[in-house]
């Protein structure tokens, strides 16, 4: 049998040369990936090791809603139902306040890992979003902590009934109202990334301004069914969820309609430079 004729031109690798010079990139993807994760878990690490040694002030801090809605000088009394109980919710509050504290280093280390394979324009494009992500989900954890969150509880409080034959009154657990009022940040914190959203998909053309007004209607009923099921079962707090991520959506067309115009004064600007 004759050999099978070499195919590759001059100067190219051969088949298996390809293989082994296309693991080269991906090693030191890998390498970089690791890297990032590592200095994004050190932050995370630190974080939790600061929240940790402060839970009990963070936890009774959470509590402050809580308050608000018994009403002033009135006493608080909270209750664990196994022994590790509260400890376990120390975890998971420093947990979910070191990834709090150590987003701006995992938004860092995010755009290092993806930033290399960026334009310039893309570069600057990008940037911007990593900040309105963190500051948006910080107005939503305000918006749940000194709205939704006191108006949930007055709302579960009016149900307790004194004076009757029967007694019933509130004696939240501490796992149970810490695990509310983190569900309650997420849902909001998420909610309010809907303009960053919006503008992303307008800078990968996906959608315009134009869709976004012509959508408004089912985009209302579908943010209404939403808060329906993140916020409490009470319509006050449905109703701080939908309207302010309904403004958002409008402050997302408008984000539209800004990147729409970036993009239309570019393409004249670049047609003008080619004529």
Known sequence: MQDKPDTAAPGQPDGQDEVEASKAPLIEHLIELRQRLIHALIGVGVGFVICFAFATQIYNLLVWPYQVARGPGQKIEMIYTAP???????LKLALFGAVFLAFPIIAYQIYKFVAPGLYKNEKEAFRPYLLWTFLLFIAGALVVYFIVMPLAMIFFLSMEQTGG??????QARVSEYLSLIMTLILGFGIMFQLPVVLSLLAQA?????QQLRDFRRYAIVGITGVAAVLSPPDPFSMIAMALPTILLYEAGIWRVDWVEKQRAAKAAADQAAAG
């Open 165 to 170: 034959q029967v007694e019933i009154h509130l």
């Open 205 to 209: 053309g996906i959608v315009t301004g």
């Open 84 to 90: 590790h109980e509260f400890f376990f919710t120390k």
